[in-house]
């Protein structure tokens, strides 16, 4: 039997703590579909479809995972997907606090719905893309926080800062 998960997150930007927990799951699972999303409530760096070639290129070289977007609710999209499970990437006993509540609310929507946790490497632990965002205002050299790839775009993109 093949197991689908979805992974998903706004992902702007894509982190290595991101990228830990994809790692992890694609390894885990014989397919992983990275769900990419808007969140209104931010201002992103970077448009969805932005985020969605950054991040398929970042992961090319996992065979096993594929990067969609959608917009709506989680469940709606598990559901289309047929997935087994949802991965969500825990930093934190805040990440599980909130994990765990969200778990509960979409298994009200979906009962068949299901969480897998993984824990991010203690290396990425204090890595949000909330404080990626807030680098780039200032120039941050972000090397230990995000990919190459994430890093040469976010310099391109808000050369201003980078001078």
């Not at 998903?8 to 885990?28: C, Q, V, W, Y």
């Not at 709506?72 to 606090?97: H, P, W």
């Not at 965002?133 to 990919?147: C, E, N």
Request: net charge negative; hydrophobic share 40%; charged share 25%.
């Amino acid at each position: 039997m093949s197991t689908l998960a979805v992974f998903p997150g706004s992902f702007d930007p894509l982190t290595l703590g991101h990228m830990n927990i994809i790692e992890k799951a694609s390894r885990l699972f014989d397919r992983l579909i990275i769900g990419v999303l808007p969140n209104n409530t931010k201002t992103p760096l970077f448009s969805v479809d932005e985020r969605v070639k950054m991040i398929t290129e970042v992961v090319q070289e996992l065979g096993n995972v594929e990067v969609k977007s959608f917009d709506g609710l989680l469940v709606d999209f598990v559901k289309k997907e047929q997935a087994d499970c949802v991965v969500r990437g825990i930093r934190n006993m805040t990440d599980f606090d909130y994990e765990v509540r969200m778990n509960a609310v979409n298994r009200m929507m979906l009962p068949a719905y299901e969480s897998v946790f993984l824990v991010t490497d203690s290396r990425y632990s204090c890595i949000s893309s909330t404080d990626v965002r807030s680098g780039v205002h200032y120039g941050v050299d972000l090397t230990d926080f995000v990919p190459d790839i994430v890093y040469r775009l976010i310099r391109e993109k808000y050369k201003e800062n980078y001078q």
